[in-house]
């Protein structure tokens, strides 16, 4: 009986170890001041097989402001050629309009930072990715702000009532200088709708 469960254990630990083998990735750390330059070598990595991991905005090592996406590609499964978006504005009506209309041309939501950026300014950044694979799916966004945070458990309410799923959340300032929180939300509309 012992020698069946050493087997079995030996099976168990190979097998094990083969799985955690097989999986190979490798990563594009990018990082830029300016938001048009990050839009554009995300979807040069996007290109070369890689897909949106992570965003982060702030002060780098060296003391620069800057946006820095890490992106991964999965070395052993096949290559997924998506379209990458980079909205960035310190005003959020602007921030809205620009979602919506992403939204409408099948871009979904992949993360969001607030950084620095060259000309000076706290700009709310947002990356949205379009799967060419899933087929075109139009997405309806939602951008709350406010500086009230008891006001934005309301209107969280108000749009989960309506459907609407949470993505995130951060504090940004405002073109005026105001520190506003902010949330993003999105629904897939039905076919009927």
Known sequence: MRL????????????????MQAQKFDYKLLATSRTSTMEKEMNQAAE??????????????????EVVVVMVKNMEAPVAKKTYKLLATSRTGTMQKELQ?????GFDYCGQTV????????EVAVILERDPVSGPKRVEFKLLATTKTSTMQKELNEAGA????????????TAFGGSETISILKKVPKKSE
Not at 48 to 65: C, D, L, N, P
Not at 101 to 105: P, S, T
Request: charge should be negative; charged fraction near 15%.
């Open 115 to 122: 950084f620095q950026s060259v000309m000076g300014g706290r």
């Open 101 to 105: 209309q992403a939204g409408d041309e």
């Open 162 to 173: 309506e459907g609407f799923e949470f993505l995130a959340v951060m504090v940004g300032k």
């Open 48 to 65: 070369a097989g890689y897909v949106f991991g992570s965003v982060m905005g702030g002060e780098t090592g060296m003391g620069g402001k």
């Open 4 to 19: 069946v469960y050493g087997i079995v254990l030996c099976a168990t630990l190979i097998f094990s170890s083969s799985l």
